[in-house]
């Protein structure tokens, strides 16, 4: 199974995303941890990306494709993946379409996260208090919401026409967002 999870910043795709991949077999990919491994490492792709990550802008579609698509492609040819963090945008929804349809790598089914914006806000201030990332901080994070809601929120009118698309509740607690994904799945709990 090919599973895609999109959502706003502070939804959960990580923690959900994780859990997931686990409890179905799936390998998990998610773009934003692929990212601060490149930066982390001093790579030429970290090097280009980290301006965007700490403005909160998406890093250019070429930078994210190069990264995602090829573990993409392997996962499907194996287990199965778990995606969370990409497509951010309806082109990059487009641009991977084409080759995930030749590799046989298309996602089974979109999952979106949806959490109220204060919640958001809340998680994400929670979280900076925990983790420190330099993209958690108030001007970086009004960003990143205002560009959901421009680039990335069009993806759920994109995934419904396409039939794939589940809409999850997740402004509740972690153990019951991962029940009802599991049933949406139809996966027994
Ligand atoms: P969040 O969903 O909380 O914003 P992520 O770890 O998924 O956290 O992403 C962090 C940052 O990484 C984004 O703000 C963006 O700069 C970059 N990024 C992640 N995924 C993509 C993508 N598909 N396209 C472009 N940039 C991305």
Redesign the pocket.
């Known amino acids: 199974m090919n599973v895609l999870l999109i ?5 959960g ?2 923690t959900q995303g994780e859990r997931l991949a686990q409890r179905l077999g799936l390998a998990h990919i ?4 692929l ?2 491994e490149e930066v982390r490492a001093a790579t030429a792709v970290g090097r280009e ?1 980290k301006a ?2 700490d403005r ?4 250019p ?1 070429a ?2 494709l190069d990264l ?1 698509l090829p573990r993409v492609v392997a996962a499907a040819a194996d287990s199965g993946y778990l995606l ?6 309806v082109p ?1 929804a487009q641009e991977a379409r084409s080759l995930a349809n030749r590799a046989g790598a298309s996602p089974d089914v979109v999952l979106y996260l949806d959490v109220p914006r204060d919640e958001l806000v809340r998680r ?1 201030l929670a979280r900076a208090a925990e983790q420190g990332r330099s ?1 958690d901080n108030p001007a970086t994070v009004r960003n ?1 919401l205002a ?1 959901f809601d421009e680039v990335t929120k069009p993806l759920i009118e994109y995934y419904r026409g396409r039939g794939l698309l589940r809409v999850i509740d997740a402004d509740r607690d972690p153990d019951a967002v991962t029940g009802e994904i599991l049933s949406a799945l139809g996966v027994a709990q």
């Open positions: 959502g706003p910043p502070g939804a795709k990580g998610a773009a934003g941890d990212l601060r990306a965007y990550i909160g802008d998406l890093v579609d930078v994210i995602v969370d963090g990409f497509p951010r945008s990059q994400i993209d990143r560009i």
